[in-house]
């Protein structure tokens, strides 16, 4: 599988951006997705993940309530609204996939990735 993320960009504390990532191959509606980010100085972190039956979901606590992610299997594509932005939310956003969904919050679970976007977010 082959991940291509876009969307990133600058925005005012309080603004909002929706992240995309877009596989490759016959089998994405098969994988567990997730996105994760990565600060300055900091290590990579989970931030949340989509089920391959789109069902289940789950977040960083840090992030419930303002971010969502959602997946269209028909065009090979997870998203990753992100509303009520703030400075701390500022990193590289990766996403990944992989198959199954137990321990799919570790980054270390996930053999496929995305470039990344960067979100930079201004107070």
């Known amino acids: 599988v082959q991940l291509q993320a876009s969307g990133g960009g600058l925005v005012q504390a309080g603004g909002s951006l929706r992240l995309s990532c877009t596989g490759s191959?016959?089998?994405?509606?098969?994988?567990?997705m997730g996105w994760f980010r990565q600060a300055p100085g900091k290590e990579r972190g989970f931030v949340a993940r989509?089920?391959?039956?789109?069902?289940?979901?789950s977040y960083a606590d840090s992030v419930k309530g303002r971010l969502t992610i959602s997946r269209d299997n028909a065009k090979n594509t997870v998203y990753l609204q992100m509303n009520s932005l703030k400075p701390e939310d500022t990193a590289v956003y990766y996403c990944?996939?992989?198959?199954?969904?137990?321990?799919?919050?570790?980054?270390?679970?996930?053999?496929?990735w995305g470039q990344g976007t960067l979100v930079t977010v201004s107070s």
């Open positions: 990944a996939a992989d198959l199954g969904w137990y321990e799919k919050i570790d980054p270390d679970k996930y053999d496929y």
């Open positions: 191959g016959r089998s994405f509606s098969l994988y567990t």
């Open positions: 989509r089920g391959w039956s789109g069902g289940s979901t």
